[in-house]
């Protein structure tokens, strides 16, 4: 995977929003001001964690608990940020690789 630019994240993330909801829309037709939680996204807690983990997997990134838990996902606009924040390296970002068990050793 290629380094994204700025200008990028939206179309990207707005694409597995569509992809993983099976909107069948063009990504760009997802407004930034609509609700996650709207009849046309359906978003329920068990479809966030869904996009969570695609995103994740997707760009090579963990996202941490505690911002996941404090970001007020609420639209496809705080989605984005979310991961644009993680991706550019503003909020917890924790580099993908082997689980930390907790064990320290």
């Known amino acids: ?41 359906k978003m329920d807690s068990m479809t966030l964690l869904h996009l969570l983990v695609t995103f994740e997997s997707e760009f090579g990134f963990e996202l941490d608990d505690e911002d996941v838990m404090n970001a007020n996902l609420d639209t496809v606009r705080s989605l984005v940020d979310l991961v644009v924040d993680v991706a550019e390296g503003g909020r917890g970002a924790v580099a993908a690789g082997p689980a930390n068990d907790g064990l320290g050793g």
Do not use: F, H
Not at 3 to 30: A, M
């Open 1 to 41: 995977m290629g380094k994204t630019s700025s200008d990028e994240w939206p179309t990207r993330v707005k694409g597995v929003i569509v992809d993983v909801l099976d909107l069948g829309i063009d990504p760009g037709e997802l407004a930034d001001d609509l609700s996650l939680y709207s009849s046309t996204l």
